[in-house]
């Protein structure tokens, strides 16, 4: 399986590497000696279990509020959230891109606070390099397996759960899409619980 099919779905997936072999390759990602390891303080614990999803999600050494209420405008984006130093590392997504993809997707302040730290931590971890092919499969196969025992008959639902949140955020910044291949964190178990359990913990989430 294709990495992108777990996030995206096999209609949606992104163009094959034939497809894009006669395109140039993206710059790698440089990342800067300066850049700030801490975590976001805009991610901070939540310490009421009953706001939480059935299952507390912690990532990026937090565990996000998941009822908290959307943001209602790019300008509500919190700036401890980093956004300039996010756009730099991925090369790809203009900081304007990535605001309103996170009022698009309805994620709230601390878990796109968390997705952000996730993301700054992936591009470190790699030294700025994009996953290689074999990569990219193994762990689709890998998180389609831990999804799979985690969520059992609920699969398919939060899946599609954790799909149509991140393309709310595709629809606003499209070079997420390929941003989440290339570091990851597209086929990070972790990631994807965090999109599912916002989507249905959401304040108007349907039942």
């Given at each position: ?155 398919d639902t939060n899946l599609a759960k954790a799909r149509e949140t ?22 990070d178990p972790k990631v994807l619980k965090l999109l599912a359990a ?10």
């Amino acid at each position: 399986m294709d990495a992108a099919q777990i996030l995206y779905g096999a209609t949606s997936a992104p163009p094959s590497a034939e497809a894009t072999a006669s395109q140039p390759a993206p710059a790698a990602a440089s990342v800067p000696a300066s850049v700030d390891e801490s975590p976001v303080p805009g991610a901070r614990l939540v310490r009421d279990a009953s706001l939480l999803y059935d299952d507390p999600i912690e990532i990026a050494g937090s565990t996000p509020r998941l009822d908290e209420p959307d943001l209602s405008s790019a300008a509500e984006v919190p700036a401890d959230l980093n956004l300039g130093e996010y756009a730099q590392l991925i090369q790809h997504a203009e900081v304007a891109q990535v605001r309103d993809a996170i009022v698009a997707a309805e994620l709230g302040a601390s878990t796109s606070a968390a997705l952000m730290d996730a993301a700054r931590m992936a591009i470190r971890q790699r030294g700025g390099s994009a996953m290689t092919a074999a990569e990219a499969q193994a762990a689709s196969k890998a998180c389609e397996s831990e999804l799979r025992r985690a969520w059992g008959e609920k699969y398919d639902t939060n899946l599609a759960k954790a799909r149509e949140t991140f393309q709310k955020a595709v629809a606003k910044a499209p070079a997420l899409r390929q941003f989440m291949v290339d570091s990851g964190l597209g086929s990070d178990p972790k990631v994807l619980k965090l999109l599912a359990a916002r989507a249905a913990k959401r304040p108007g989430a349907a039942k």
